[in-house]
């Protein structure tokens, strides 16, 4: 799969037990289009692109990568569950693909500055889809 946009670092393939592993943690099986992504590329750090977009998340965790466990950890209780937080932009907003069952695998952009007060269940009015699929999305990046 290539990206529009060139990475500044990218990650080697992602070893299929780990992949088995967040699908445990996560309680759903990826988007096929996501877990192809992480089988050729396990994430990396683009290029300026018109979205922001500025790392996709590591499954490995690597150090010159966000990792997915870290951002499942400190995003647990702030986006919504259905949710999967898969990359940011820098500046605290994320990127994330959905495990809902009526629009699974698309990518949602979730605003950080509209995000629920402490103790509250996650808002979702901060959430807005910028793709239908892993592919689209990454195939409509382009330089910025």
């Known amino acids: 799969m290539s990206v529009p946009v060139g990475y500044l670092h990218r990650e080697p393939p992602v070893d299929p037990e780990l992949i088995a592993r967040l699908e445990e943690r996560i309680g759903h099986a990826l988007p096929d289009r996501y877990r192809d992504y992480l089988l050729e590329q396990d994430g990396g750090q683009l290029d300026?692109?018109?979205?922001?977009?500025?790392?996709?998340?590591?499954?490995g965790g690597t150090s010159r990568c966000v990792g997915t466990w870290e951002s499942l950890d400190t995003y647990r209780d702030r986006v919504p569950p259905w949710l999967l937080p898969v990359a940011d932009?820098?500046?605290?907003?994320?990127?994330?693909?959905?495990?809902?069952?009526?629009?699974?695998?698309?990518?949602w952009f979730w605003d950080h500055e509209g995000q629920a007060d402490d103790g509250l269940p996650p808002a979702e009015d901060n959430v807005t889809p910028v793709g239908e699929s892993w592919v689209e999305f990454l195939d409509g990046l382009t330089p910025g």
């Open 48 to 59: 300026e692109n018109d979205r922001g977009v500025d790392s996709i998340f590591s499954l």
């Open 89 to 107: 932009d820098g500046a605290g907003n994320l990127f994330g693909i959905s495990l809902r069952p009526g629009d699974r695998g698309s990518v």
